[in-house]
């Protein structure tokens, strides 16, 4: 088992700049990959930007690339999501997911991700 717990989550302007944080307990060391993913107000959850944690690879979004900046640290068994140049858009419950057997470089689709976390609040003004 893997419990996820993100934080980190607030209101800010357009423009503005948040860091959202995943602390993951458990299983860790099984973990292969490791996620953000949104979901807005009456859209369906799409996934942000992924690592491959023995490899460090990561993965956008289009719709965020050059803007968020995945990254872990295996030492605290956390991943960090930094969000620079907000939207409205960006507005969104913003979940952490972990995935355990799987290979190969990290993948933005749900069913790959068996363990989430409860979810954190961002919400940009414009």
């Known amino acids: 088992q893997v419990q996820l717990v993100e934080s980190g989550g607030a209101s800010v302007q357009a423009g503005g700049s948040l860091t959202l944080s995943c602390s993951a307990s458990?299983?860790?060391?099984?973990?292969?990959?490791l996620a953000w993913f949104r979901q807005a107000p009456g859209k369906a959850r799409e996934g942000v930007a992924c690592v491959t944690v023995a490899s460090g690879s990561t993965v956008y979004a289009d719709s965020v690339r050059g803007r968020f900046t995945i990254s872990q640290d295996a030492a605290k068994n956390a991943l960090h999501l930094q969000m620079n140049s907000l939207k409205p858009e960006d507005t969104a419950i913003y979940y952490c997911?972990?995935?355990?057997?799987?290979?190969?470089?990290?993948?933005?689709?749900?069913?790959?991700?068996?363990?989430w976390g409860q979810g954190t609040q961002v919400t940009v003004s414009s």
């Open positions: 997911a972990a995935a355990l057997a799987t290979l190969g470089r990290c993948d933005l689709r749900e069913p790959f991700y068996p363990y």
């Open positions: 458990g299983y860790y060391y099984n973990i292969r990959w």
